[in-house]
């Protein structure tokens, strides 16, 4: 990883981006940011409220805006939302400022760690399993293109995904 550039988190809801980003961002001496808290800081309102007030077309604007403003620094770590990577635009953006890591996870792990969550308009609905694997087949190639890294989360503790990463990089 060029030393100058960011670190870029991708990957599926539950995948485990921001609780890895913060770990690394400690042991790398580096700046942490979320692109959903920033997002929901800076718009007053949950990502819930900008779906349902904006579209999801609404919420998209917003994510590529804020993800091209803070990308233009550097030292960043930087944890994303799983849909970042649908705008192509954004997929340029990330891979021409960042080593980008790709956190995987299968679908039964999303939904034991997703199993309480209420905040995600995207799984706001009984079939959440569905859901998950129809976003997964369509986002995969996806992931796959701006992945500079692919690390498996499947049965790993957020120690174990840091570890490996800061081994790979
Ligand atoms: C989304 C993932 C969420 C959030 C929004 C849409 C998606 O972020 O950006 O609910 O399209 O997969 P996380 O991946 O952090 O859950």
């Not at 718009?43 to 998209?60: L, N």
Request: with cysteine; net charge negative.
């Amino acid at each position: 990883m060029n030393p100058a550039s960011n670190l870029i988190l991708v990957g599926p809801m539950g995948a485990g981006k921001s609780t890895l980003a913060t770990r690394l961002a400690t042991r790398l001496r580096l700046r942490a940011i979320d692109l959903d808290h920033e997002l929901v800081r800076r718009a007053g309102a949950s990502v819930a409220a900008i779906f349902a007030d904006e579209g999801e077309a609404g919420f998209r604007a917003r994510e590529s805006a804020l993800l091209a403003e803070l990308l233009a620094d550097d030292g960043l770590v930087l944890s994303t939302g799983g849909g970042v990577v649908l705008d192509p635009a954004n997929r340029a953006c990330v891979s021409a400022r960042g080593f980008v890591v790709h956190l995987q996870v299968g679908v039964a792990a999303q939904l034991l760690r997703l199993a309480d969550d209420t905040s995600r308009p995207l799984l706001a609905r009984d079939d959440r399993e569905s859901v998950l694997r129809e976003l997964a087949q369509a986002r995969a190639p996806l992931y796959a293109q701006v992945a500079d890294l692919a690390i498996d989360t499947d049965g790993l503790s957020a120690d174990d995904v840091a570890n490996r990463l800061a081994d790979a990089l």
